[in-house]
């Protein structure tokens, strides 16, 4: 009997394997749909995926992508994988005039975790948009890099709520947490 199960089980494993490559390809075919929703979609199933094949594919997506829904959707899958190849496209990303995207690709490159992104990042720190100041902080706190938290601390007096708690935690991650403390008001 528990070999009957063990035989049903590997032939339902295989079957699983065998539909996940398959749906693999057809969400790496779908990036390039026409209908924006399919594009959508596929990106967002690469990046939960999780298969690191999928990397080449989403930089093409960012890349060539002109809907900023899907580029956002793109820049947070590509965002998981935390491929140093994903460094220079989402550079390129932090001037696009879409806020979200902006601040995707910031909060992308900080997972990453490249020391080379830190001077495209700091400038973010003083951007107009809220969102963009507190993805930023956020980003060079994930970076861990302590030289960079004398730029974060005027963050933790911002009018904004979302900026100095952003600012608090980036300023924690650096090893100041005596300041963030001070800062929550």
């Not at 967002?44 to 995926?49: I, P």
């Not at 992104?117 to 861990?144: Q, T, V, Y």
């Amino acid at each position: 009997m528990s070999s009957e199960y063990e035989k049903k089980s590997e032939r339902l494993r295989a079957e699983r394997v065998r539909r996940e490559e398959e749906n693999f390809w057809i969400y790496i075919k779908q990036l390039k749909d026409i209908g924006i929703s399919y594009r959508v979609r596929a990106a967002e199933a690469l990046g939960n995926y999780g298969d690191p094949r999928a990397v080449p594919y989403l930089i093409e997506c960012i890349e060539n992508e002109t809907d900023s829904g899907v580029l956002y959707v793109a820049v947070n899958s590509i965002s998981v994988f935390k491929d140093k190849r994903t460094v220079i496209p989402l550079i390129s990303l932090l001037k696009c005039d879409d806020k979200w995207v902006r601040r995707g690709a910031a909060k992308a490159l900080g997972a990453i975790g490249d020391k080379e992104c830190i001077g495209h990042i700091l400038p973010l720190l003083s951007d107009s948009n809220p969102k963009i100041r507190a993805s930023a902080a956020e980003a060079i706190g994930l970076m861990s890099y302590w030289d960079f938290v004398d730029d974060v601390i005027p963050l933790l007096n911002d009018l904004d709520a979302d900026v100095r708690m952003a600012a608090g935690k980036a300023v924690k991650m650096l090893g100041r947490g005596d300041l963030a403390d001070k800062s929550d008001r």
